[in-house]
Structures are given as C-alpha cells and as structure tokens.
C-alpha cells in the first residue's frame, strides 16, 4: 500500500511577504529538513547557517525613527573679512577670539529606510560675538599721545540650522543653511587715552546695547562632522560662516564687508519618538 501522503500548509505567495520573513522561513525549513532526516544531527554546519540566516533577518526588521533631543555646545568666534578696516584707515584692529555658547533642541527626520540620509532642523539659542583691541594709529587729538579701547561685544541669536546629515554606522557628515535672527546686544568698552604731558593715564568704561548697528536677520553656511555614540549620544564639531553682512548698511554711513564665523563643539542625546513598525508587524496586518 502506498504511503499516504502528508498534508501541506499552503504557503502565502512570495510577493507578499518581506525579505525578512523570507529568510526566516528559508531557516526553519532549513531546520525540519535536517531532523527528518534518520540518523543525521542538525551539525555545526546547519547550526550556523541557522543563525546567520536569523542574524540576517533580525537586521532586515531594524530601522531608526524620527528622534528629537537636547543639544548643548560650546563655541569660538569671531569675524571674518575686512576685520583691519573694521574702524577706519586710522585705527588698528587686533582681533581676539570669543567664546559663547549654545541651548536647543534638535528633531532627526530620516530619509532612507536605513537612514543612510536624514534631515535635522534645530532650534537653538546661541551667545556668541567678537573681541577687539583698537589702536588709534594717525589723527591724534592735540596732547594726546596714545588711543586704544577694548570692545567685547555679545550677540544673542535665535539659529535654525536645516542640515542635511549622510550617516555610517557611527560617523557622519552634515551641511547645509543656518538661519540667525538676533534678539539682543550688548557692548562693553574700556578706552585708555595716554597723553603727551606728565597727566595720568585716562581711562574710561562704556556699556550699551548696540544691536542698531547689527544686521537683524543672517543667513550662514554650516558643514561638521560627528560620531554618533551608543544609548542615543551624539558628539559633533561644526564650522559656520555667516554670508549676510553682520553690520547693518542702513545704520552705518558705510558698513565694512565683515562676517561672522566661528567653530562649534556640540554634544547631544536623541531619543527615538516610538519604536519604527517591524516589517513582519506591517505584513501581518
């Protein structure tokens, strides 16, 4: 008598299921096969073929969401241009750097399935400015021997950066525009007039806003690299220089051709909003 036949389970079409279901089907098959058959073990062989096949299919079902966190960092600025002209063809501009410092959050919002690319907008409070020492050179008031002051002038902004980030497993790369909107100034001043006679040395302190003298509105180029560190750390430098004229033409009887620049230490933790739906999930229902 003829054995009768075992009945199958109809299995569903390729085309609907994912490759990670396909590969984990192909490993349990793979499995009944070997202890079906008599006196043969499953062996090293299969055994490891059997985790490599669910290894790849784990992998296949991972993705990385949309994630949002803080982001703190710490920065040297400075100008850039005609910093030597800055006051005028008789006064010497020495330039100093200044640090500052910068708060906000940052969303991720990937781009390909393995977030291979992804876009990150911030919004971010950022205290920055420049220091400057500046010499009087030529046009000296009569009696006087040597003018100079000391400016350190703060500049608060409220900065969206939109950067575009292309991802490696832990490093990656970002570039892309900045957008400044300045929300406060302040300016501090020590003057020191020595003069010609035996009189003391004067010295005079001033300290005022000075934002009608500032550009309201920038625009800036930002590029930077960074390393994306386990439990959700990242760490990045950036580079930015603004391309809008930090001095504003209407408030000056001629704005020097000077822009902002400066490099940024960041460090920040980003946490995924919700689990990305596994690709088995999606098919089941």
């Known amino acids: 008598m003829d054995p009768e036949p075992i009945p199958r389970k109809s299995e569903p079409s390729p085309q609907a299921e994912p490759a990670s279901c396909v590969v984990l089907s192909a490993g349990r098959l793979a499995a009944h096969r070997w202890r079906c058959r008599p006196g043969k073990g499953l ?6 073929a059997l985790l490599c096949l669910a290894g790849t299919g784990a992998q296949a ?20 241009g005609d910093v030597t002209g800055l006051h005028g063809p008789d006064f010497r501009t020495q330039q100093r750097v200044c640090p500052g410092f910068s708060e906000g959050l940052a969303l991720q919002i ?47 902004y409220l900065s969206l950066p939109v950067l575009l980030q292309i ?7 970002e570039i892309g525009p900045q957008l400044d909107y300045l929300l406060q100034a ?6 020191t007039t020595e003069f010609a006679s035996q009189a003391p040395v004067q010295q005079e302190h001033l300290a005022f806003s000075g934002r ?45 051709r000077v822009y902002a620049t400066g490099v940024v230490l960041q460090a920040g933790y980003l946490l995924r909003l919700g689990r ?8 089941a229902q």
Not at 167 to 173: C, E, G, H, K, Q
Not at 228 to 254: C, G, M
């Open 43 to 48: 062996g090293a062989a299969g055994l490891a």
């Open 61 to 80: 079902q991972t993705a990385r969401g949309v994630c949002l966190g803080p982001k703190t960092g710490f920065s040297l600025a400075g100008l850039a």
């Open 110 to 156: 990937p781009l390909t399935a393995r977030n291979e690319a992804s876009l990150q907008p911030e919004l971010l409070v950022t205290r920055t400015g420049y220091r400057q020492r500046v010499t009087q050179t030529a046009a000296l008031p009569d009696g006087t021997a040597a003018y100079s002051y000391r400016q350190n002038r703060m500049l608060t």
């Open 167 to 173: 991802n490696t497993s832990r490093v990656f790369m």
């Open 186 to 191: 302040s300016t501090d001043e020590q003057r």
């Open 212 to 256: 009608q003298q500032m550009t309201p509105l920038c625009v800036s180029g930002v590029a930077g690299l960074g390393y994306r560190a386990p439990k959700h750390w990242t760490l990045n430098v950036r580079y930015y220089r603004s391309f809008t004229q930090i001095f504003d033409a209407t408030a000056a009887e001629a704005a020097p």
């Open 276 to 283: 990305p739906q596994r690709q088995g999930t999606a098919d």
